[in-house]
């Protein structure tokens, strides 16, 4: 097999699958061949080059002008006909929001939008943050064993992205069907069979969106970003469109749900097979922060984004030719040992722990990274506190949605002796 220019590709560029359970258990390991031999190659099963060293990756995300993110939402596995038309029969119109935008239009949409991330906005939603953790907490305490995705990592994020967005909280079983619909169909590979119904949930998620967005215009006072975006469009409808709206809803909820769903369940997974950390953090929460940027490093919850070459360009000594593809290994450079010390271990106090590109970087670094932290933040606090002695069960198999992007496992069973809750042996 060759690359476009006509090379032959190597053995490790052949064989690269990243759909392969390998590659969705560990995939920084997975391409350590690439950072040490190959840091830049040509996947011909993906028919995309692979970056995979810290300083190439950050190159990438830094160059918006040259790497445009216009495939980032792009489906890597080609829809067919017939799933093609149930997404016409719901008039699916998915246009580009801000992650997939070009400049000028990106920015000017990220600027006309940010003000909801800023920091006094995000104190409104910690106490129903917090609150939420308590309650769901409470169910499984004195349990003595709980499926911590199942039970709470799962739905608490998507409630809090529908505070977040302003969107009533009702339909939430539905609504989580359609987000993994969306994840399917976008990143995902999908048999003939699983595209219909993936793209009948699509279809239904993208009439839902608009509903939802209808039933807000008549009051779109108070919080929440959607809210926001719908009084700023009637400063600047050209900038806010209501195609863009109508997507915003859509991908809004997507960004910020499974990302932190994920990313907190990776974290956890860590921390607990790390036991002197986690005692570490429940003996001190104020470590709670930088654990959780350590824990981003190493296990993020996006190992992989997408860039298109605008011009015929060159990354890490490697030409590619304009309209070349790349996916950007994220994971892979949170593990070069070129930039991080000892990278494959964790480490509470690296001082460059917040280096790492799990939200990305340069003009379209995740606007809800802290939104995130303050989410993952809590979830830690208030698990140390409660059940600082809960362990992973034994034997579990952690299996993950095969997909190019997303990472984060489907179950994570824990249990602990409740007989040592700290609520029961010191109320
Ligand atoms: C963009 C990761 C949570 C909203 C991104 C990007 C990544 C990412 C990798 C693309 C960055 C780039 O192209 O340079 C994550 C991770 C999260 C998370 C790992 C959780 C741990 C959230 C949350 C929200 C959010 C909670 C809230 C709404 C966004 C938005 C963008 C974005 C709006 C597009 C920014 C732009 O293009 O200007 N995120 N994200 N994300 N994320 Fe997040």
Known sequence: TTDPHGCPVSSGAEAFDPFDSAYQADPA????????????????????????????????????????????????????SEAESILKKYNYGMARTLVNEDEPA???????????????????????????TREYVNRFVNEGKADLVNEMLWEIPLT???????????DMGTLREYSIAHTVNTWG???????????????????????????????????????????RQKELPEVITDSYLHSMMMAGIVAAHETTAHATANALRLLLENRSTWDRICQDASLIPQAVEECLRHSGSIVAWRRVALED???????????????IANASANHDERYFEDPDSIDIFRDNASEHLSFGYGSHQCLGKNLARMEMCIFLEELTKRLPHMRLSDNQDFKYLPNIAFRGPENLFVEWDVSLNPEKTAP
């Not at 190439?56 to 995300?61: G, I, L, P, T």
């Not at 360009?313 to 996916?327: A, D, M, N, Q």
Request: net charge positive.
């Open 29 to 80: 390991e997975v391409l350590r061949w690439s950072r040490d031999d190959e840091p830049v190659f040509f996947s011909p099963k993906l028919g995309y080059w692979v970056v995979t060293r810290y300083d190439d990756v950050k190159a990438v995300f830094r160059d918006n002008t040259v790497f445009s993110p216009a495939n980032a939402l792009e489906k890597i596995t080609p829809s067919s």
């Open 106 to 132: 990106h920015l000017e949409r990220r600027r006309a939008l940010m003000f909801s991330f800023a920091p006094e906005e995000l104190l409104h939603h910690e106490p129903m943050v917090r609150r939420l």
């Open 160 to 170: 809090v992205a529908l505070h977040f967005l302003g969107v009533p909280e009702e």
């Open 189 to 231: 590979r999908p048999t003939p069979e699983q595209q219909l119904k993936v793209a009948d949930s699509v279809g239904k998620f993208w009439n839902y969106a608009g509903k939802v967005l209808e039933k807000m215009r008549d009051d779109p006072s108070g919080h929440g970003w959607m809210k926001y975006a719908i009084r």
């Open 313 to 327: 360009t060159e990354v890490g000594g490697v030409k590619i030719p304009k309209g070349g593809k790349l996916l």
